[in-house]
């Protein structure tokens, strides 16, 4: 489950401090700009898997274009995360479902993963 949201860095006298506009709680702070995209990512996936497993709504994505910063100092990047990676409970759960006969033929004849798509089903009806 791959999420992205935009952080801005703030380069200050000892390496960066990141945040998240997005998402209150996902701070951190890094000496070097390779750890901290490693650091944004871990404070991204801690706050958005606590989001998840405490029933609430994940944070709309800003478009990174829109948002303000001062350039002398900040700059903003796109920071990746695959939730799976964070979140507590993550083994499968059997589901029996029924589809039409019609389109479980054409979802077999395309090589249709039926446990990823309902997955996905779920996550986007329950904004995740």
């Known amino acids: 489950m791959l999420k992205i949201y935009p952080a801005i860095f703030e380069k200050d006298l000892t390496g960066y401090g990141i945040f998240f506009p997005d ?27 606590w ?22 100092t900040q700059f903003a990047t796109l920071i990746s995360v695959d939730l799976t990676d964070y979140l507590q409970d993550t083994k499968a759960d059997k589901k029996t479902i029924k589809i039409p006969h019609w389109l479980n033929i054409r979802a077999e004849k395309a090589g249709v993963n039926f446990s990823k798509t309902m997955t996905e089903a779920l996550m986007d009806k329950l904004n995740i």
């Open 23 to 49: 998402v209150e709680g996902a701070v951190t702070q890094a000496d070097t700009l390779n750890e901290g995209l490693e650091m944004a990512s871990d404070a991204l996936g801690i706050q958005l898997a």
């Open 51 to 72: 989001n998840i497993e405490n029933h609430l709504p994940l944070p709309d994505i800003s478009e990174i274009n829109q948002l303000s910063v001062d350039r002398t």
